[in-house]
């Protein structure tokens, strides 16, 4: 087989790529999805299923869904909450604010001093800011005596949003 | 109400029933077999049809704005961060039209802060994030604090309605 297309790391094999390229955008809206990428790949549905099944279990596929438009759905008030708390608790402290349902993505990530001395990142969804800041406020309950200072920076404006694009065609 | 700020207005859109349970079932993940679409639509009680038609009514308007598998960037070999900006408010739309104008800028947001701009970059190598970083400092004349991420504690994305 010529060796167009190699393997991108240890966890993915030209085929799988084939199969994220054909599936990046979405996946078909007929009666037999998998079956469907098969014809278009020219594999068989159970080899399309089985590298799905095996994506799916080593985490290279979070999952297979749905993404809605939060603000769509009302969720309104959306907050990117921001604290600073010892590099050597962040991991204990992010856990527990991920577990939370009123957020949606937890990050440990770099400060910048001295304008940005917020290492730990929480996404938080309300109907309207004050629903946010209630979130907010229990937050910083759990977080307790850990928080050094906090955040919240509100959107207030989409300046793009597109479909990531993983893998180049 | 002035124009930009009905520009600014989200509608928010209301479900009925059906719809509303597809939207939380969706989220929850999709089955690899068969007939999946039949085998949700069992679930919630209603037809294999049905349910396509309800996934592409949601998609066209913009409900949801995916549907298929949600892939992990870094485990496929690419690049991934977030990065901010800190810039002066005369020159706001110049810069961001700037950084919109990379495709390796998945999403980019305005938010009230001294760091004022914030979008994500998706690269298909990790290398290539330093480069697309520099690039925007080059051609917009401003500093990018990039802030990739250390550890990932959750994600969920579940937006019950």
């Not at chain 1, 094999?13 to 955008?25: C, E, G, H, N, Y």
């Not at chain 1, 400060?111 to 004050?130: E, K, S």
């Not at chain 1, 629903?131 to 793009?160: N, Y």
């Not at chain 2, 600014?8 to 349970?21: F, G, I, N, P, S």
């Amino acid at each position: 087989m010529a060796a167009v297309l190699e393997p991108l790391c240890e966890g993915i094999d030209a085929t799988d790529r084939r199969i994220v390229l054909a599936t990046q955008a979405g996946l078909p809206r007929v009666s037999r999805p998998y079956h469907q990428l098969a014809a278009d790949l020219g594999l068989t549905a159970d080899e399309i299923m089985s590298r799905l099944q095996r994506m799916q279990r080593d985490g290279i596929i979070r999952r297979i869904g749905a993404v809605p438009n939060h603000y769509k759905l009302g969720f309104k008030g959306n907050g990117m909450s921001v604290w600073d708390v010892p590099d050597a608790d962040v991991r204990v402290l992010g856990q527990r604010i991920g577990a939370l349902e009123s957020v949606s993505h937890c990050y440990h990530r770099p400060r910048h001093l001295p304008h940005w001395p917020y290492n730990l990142f929480a996404m938080v969804h309300g109907r309207d800011r004050v629903e946010v800041f209630m979130h907010v406020a229990r937050i910083a309950e759990l977080l307790g005596d850990s928080v050094r200072s906090h955040d919240v920076l509100f959107s207030t404006r989409i300046l793009k949003k597109t479909g990531m694009r993983l893998l180049a065609e | 109400m002035t124009a930009q700020a009905q520009r600014r207005e989200v509608e928010t859109v209301t479900l009925d029933l059906l719809d509303t349970q597809i939207v939380n079932r969706l989220q929850d993940g999709f089955p690899i077999s068969e007939q999946p679409y039949a085998d949700v639509a069992a679930e919630l009680g209603t037809d294999e049809a049905t349910l396509i038609a309800r996934i592409d009514a949601l998609l066209d308007a913009g409900i949801l704005t995916r549907f298929g598998p949600l892939y992990h960037a870094e485990l496929l070999g690419g690049g991934l961060t977030l990065a901010a900006m800190r810039v002066a408010p005369e020159d706001f739309e110049r810069v961001a039209a700037q950084v919109n104008a990379f495709p390796e800028v998945a999403h980019n947001y305005a938010r009230d802060h001294e760091l004022n701009m914030w979008f994500v970059l998706a690269t298909e190598t990790p290398q290539r994030i330093a480069q697309v970083v520099q690039a925007i400092e080059a051609v917009t004349g401003y500093r990018v604090y990039n802030m990739p991420k250390k550890e990932e504690f959750f994600v969920g994305l579940k937006f019950k309605v």
